[in-house]
Nanobody, 118 residues
């Protein structure tokens, strides 16, 4: 089974933007729901956003609503997380997974580190 690979992280100033990408290591997505999660230093992993690739429905954590946008480009076989108006508290390792609920994710990739400097 193909694993998901995250990319696009980096260092950005507060107020800036980054776009993360999530794609299968091989082949196409076979899963409809793709979730983005993050884990900040010393904190538990939490859900950030979720998308249903078939109908485009999305859900967001309250902390990122209005700032983050999750989207899917099925032609490019990639799910994106556009992060705007970044804050220091957004600093974390970001992961994508084949589920929208943290408790049902059975495999985690290496993630991509986002560091927001103030």
């Amino acid at each position: 089974e193909a694993r998901l690979v995250e990319s696009g992280g980096g260092l950005v100033q507060a107020g800036g933007s980054l776009r993360l990408s999530c794609a299968p290591s091989i082949g196409p997505f076979f899963d409809d729901a793709i979730g983005w999660f993050r884990q900040a230093p010393g904190k538990e992993r939490e859900g950030v956003a979720c998308i249903s690739r078939s109908d485009g429905r999305t859900n967001y954590a309250e902390s990122v609503k209005g700032r983050f946008i999750v989207s899917s480009d099925n032609a490019k076989n990639t799910v994106y997380l556009q992060m705007n108006s970044l804050k220091g508290e957004d600093t974390a390792v970001y992961y994508c997974a084949k589920a929208c609920q943290l408790t049902v994710v059975d495999h985690w990739g290496t993630g991509t580190l986002v560091t927001v400097s103030s």
